[in-house]
């Protein structure tokens, strides 16, 4: 018989504490909007009391903040800055910022690096030119699936039955006259994304703001992010073949130095 090591056979203990804290917290993720005692309550199937106690304690730590006129709970600054932590320290911020300052440097417009977080975009980077004042989105910034360049690539490369439990429920707000507002047109813009490694943004999300986006591959030839150059729709259409062979060839160097060792096509 062979030797098998305890850390291999003995299942992990969690305290059941910490793990309703959790379990709290996600739902904040999922919801994305307050939610009160009564609601958490609910939703977890334990009793109030129970809910209260972790909840003032999220909260007396800042994991948790209350809204004084509503009463209702949503995530606090802790959760935040535990997040952009988080990024600061991947390789793919790291070595992600030299390669978006470039393209950002290039064509004097702003690039963003976004990850898929279950069913939301979150922007994990943002290089702004020296000339552009704060504008959307910013680095901690939650943004759509169907009417951005990241969310695009990102939900491409997902696996079918990823897409279609995400899809069973999903709700194409149309922010724009461009924005892809059905079903069967951001599934045809999904294969023409699989197809071309590239997405496009023509002012779907906001009116007068184009982009171009590509994939990031880390060293499994998985996509674990996409990056996007944003700007004004004028600027972008008249430099858009120059532009998309920058977004290419970061994409594919970017990928490299993270591991990546597939071909484009």
């Known amino acids: ?3 098998q090591s ?3 056979t003995k299942p992990r203990r969690l305290i ?3 793990q309703r804290a959790a379990d709290i917290l996600d739902l904040f ?3 994305n909007q ?6 958490i309550s609910k939703q977890l199937g334990l009793a109030k009391t129970t809910i209260q106690g972790i909840v003032q304690t999220l909260e007396a730590l ?3 903040e209350k809204d004084p006129q509503s009463l209702k709970y949503r995530l606090g600054p802790k959760v935040f800055q535990l997040g952009m932590q988080y990024a600061a320290n991947m390789d793919l911020v ?3 910022r030299v390669w978006m300052e470039r393209l950002s440097f290039q064509f004097r417009e702003p690039v963003n690096v976004g990850m898929l977080v279950d069913d939301k975009v979150v922007v994990l980077l943002r290089v702004d030119p020296d000339n552009q004042f704060m504008s959307y989105p910013q680095a901690g910034s939650i943004i759509p699936l169907h009417t951005t360049c990241i969310g695009k690539i990102l939900f491409a490369y997902l696996g079918e039955t990823k897409q279609m439990s995400i899809l069973s429920s999903y709700h194409f707000e149309r922010l724009t006259p461009n924005t892809i507002h059905t079903l069967p047109a951001f599934l045809e813009e999904l294969k023409r994304v699989r197809k071309e490694g590239i997405s496009f943004e023509t002012q779907e999300s906001v009116t007068g703001m184009a982009g171009i986006g590509a994939p990031i591959y880390n060293h499994t030839n998985q996509v674990i992010a996409a990056f996007t150059i944003t700007g004004d729709a004028d600027r972008i259409h008249k430099q858009r073949e120059k532009i998309i062979d920058a977004v290419h060839y970061t994409s594919l160097e970017l ?3 993270l591991g990546y060792r597939g071909v484009f096509s």
Request: no cysteine; proline share 0%; hydrophobic share 35%.
């Open 6 to 8: 305890k850390s291999m």
């Open 62 to 64: 800042s994991f948790l």
């Open 34 to 39: 307050a939610l009160g005692i009564t609601q």
């Open 29 to 31: 993720i999922h919801e």
């Open 255 to 257: 990928s490299r130095s």
């Open 94 to 96: 790291t070595m992600g």
């Open 16 to 18: 059941q504490s910490i």
């Open 1 to 3: 018989m062979g030797y």
